[in-house]
């Protein structure tokens, strides 16, 4: 086991594996930026050392800083969490080569699948089913012609991108130019990477993803689904598992095109497939593959009765998973809200500032993951997501009767927050049964003209 860890991240998902270290007994290192100095990783961490100034470009982003604050503390494993550089193939070589243990995939794999278009490829060449689409375009005037062919609407989207970043339906001829630069402008101010491709567009599709882990004792196998059609502009809201969508015959064969594609590169660690599968859960197609721990992940945790950050650090350590975790089933339903610091009665602006009171829910079956508290201030530099709600039942509606009371009793006063709007959403008849896709929200938001 690893003797020291050091975080490449910040906000919920740094104290998340600092608690999951400290009941290894795996001591912690924080990195921080300037305008993080008050986050509350920052306190907990048994080291924590300042990597530069707020812009994440100048802190979290620069490989150089993080290894040398890895190397000065005598931090033997990274654990990047989700973003910044946890599927940077670069930065995964570097610890390699500094002696680092980087806690996920190899660099190659990461190359491999965290890049969209060679991940299309390997899961062609191994019968996951893909939606038609092209290979990465040189340019806007190729990918036009190639969008004709392919037969409007299409998905243009930056091989590099992330969290509904780097993607724009197209559905227009006329639209499809500057949507593509747009595309891919936002892509290389955020990873650096403007390349993008297209893929046909599914209209009213649900998205499912596949929680799959893989170790170095052969063990490959997937922990089930989790449904995350609940979007805006390609962010998820709240996330569920199961889903209410699938099949048992679905499920099946989803779960098994998932293990058989890890296997096939040999996957190491924690990551997850994700899927569309069309309006009448009949067809599915492999949209992506992320290589690293998903926001999502407790939803997963909850109802499989396992702990994933702890099994990441243990795998990245040379053991096999748990047994435990080998031999999972499903238990009951899970439903996450993720909390994010936005007016969503004035078109989701930002909300950063002050929190002049913060107080959570509890009480059985409810888990809050964050790391704010009253007086922290919430920085304005970074995502606005600020905790995640997660409610567990014996049944989806007990799930989702308790993710109801748990959010009448949120209390959060100094910003405004997506609270309001995620109850709006739990009260509406089309959550209740379900039936919802990834165009619910926006019809949703149209027709309450928010």
Not at 203 to 229: K, T
Request: proline residues 5%; charged residues 25%.
């Amino acid at each position: 086991m690893f003797k020291r860890v050091l975080v490449a991240n910040r906000g919920e998902i740094a104290l998340r594996i600092i608690r999951a270290c400290r009941e290894l007994g795996v001591e912690s290192v924080a990195v921080y930026s300037e305008a993080d100095v008050d986050s509350m990783h920052v306190h907990l961490a048994d080291e924590s050392v300042c990597i530069g100034p707020a812009s994440s470009k100048e802190s979290y982003l620069k490989p150089d800083r993080i290894i040398a604050a890895a190397e000065i503390t005598g931090a033997d494993a990274i654990h990047p969490g989700y973003g910044f550089l946890s599927e940077n193939a670069r930065f995964a070589e570097i610890c390699a080569s500094s002696g680092i243990k980087f806690i996920g995939p190899s660099s190659e794999v990461i190359s491999m699948m965290g890049d969209k278009a060679t991940a299309r490829a390997t899961a062609v060449a191994n019968g996951v089913p893909i939606t038609p689409g092209t290979d990465i375009m040189p340019d806007a005037e190729t990918a036009f012609e190639a969008a004709k062919k392919i037969g409007l609407p299409v998905m243009i989207k930056a091989t590099a991108g992330g969290g509904g970043r780097g993607m724009r339906p197209c559905f227009k001829e006329e639209e499809f130019l500057s949507l593509f630069q747009a595309a891919s402008n936002e892509a290389l101010a955020a990873f650096g990477n403007g390349e993008c491709y297209l893929e046909k567009l599914v209209l009213n599709p649900h998205h499912i993803e596949f929680q799959i882990f893989g170790d170095s004792h052969g063990n490959f196998i997937h922990l089930g689904e989790r449904d995350c059609s609940m979007q805006r502009r390609n962010q998820k809201i709240i996330e569920e598992c199961p889903s209410p969508l699938l099949t048992p015959e679905l499920r099946q064969r989803m779960g098994e095109a998932s293990v058989n594609l890890i296997r096939s590169i040999g996957y190491e660690n924690a990551g997850t497939i994700e899927y569309l599968v069309d309006e009448k859960a009949e067809n599915f197609y492999f949209m992506e593959m992320n290589t690293r721990i998903q926001v999502e992940h407790p939803v997963t945790e909850e109802v499989m009765g396992c702990e994933l950050i702890k099994e990441q650090i243990r795998v990245a350590a040379g053991e096999q998973l748990s047994d435990h975790v080998l031999k999972a089933s499903p238990r009951g339903h899970s439903i996450e809200c993720r909390i994010n610091a936005e007016d969503p009665y004035n078109n989701f602006c930002p909300s950063p500032g002050r929190i002049d009171m913060w107080y959570a829910p509890g009480g059985k079956g409810v888990r809050v993951d964050t790391h704010v508290y009253s007086g922290y201030s919430v920085p304005p530099y970074y995502d606005s997501m600020i905790a995640k709600l997660i409610v567990t039942g014996a049944t989806r509606e007990i799930a989702i009767a308790r993710m109801k009371r748990a959010l009448s009793e949120f209390m959060i006063k100094g910003i405004k927050t997506t609270i309001p709007f995620q109850m709006e959403i739990l009260d509406h008849p089309d959550f209740a049964s379900g039936n919802y896709d990834i165009g619910w929200v926006a019809r949703f938001l149209e027709e309450r003209k928010i």
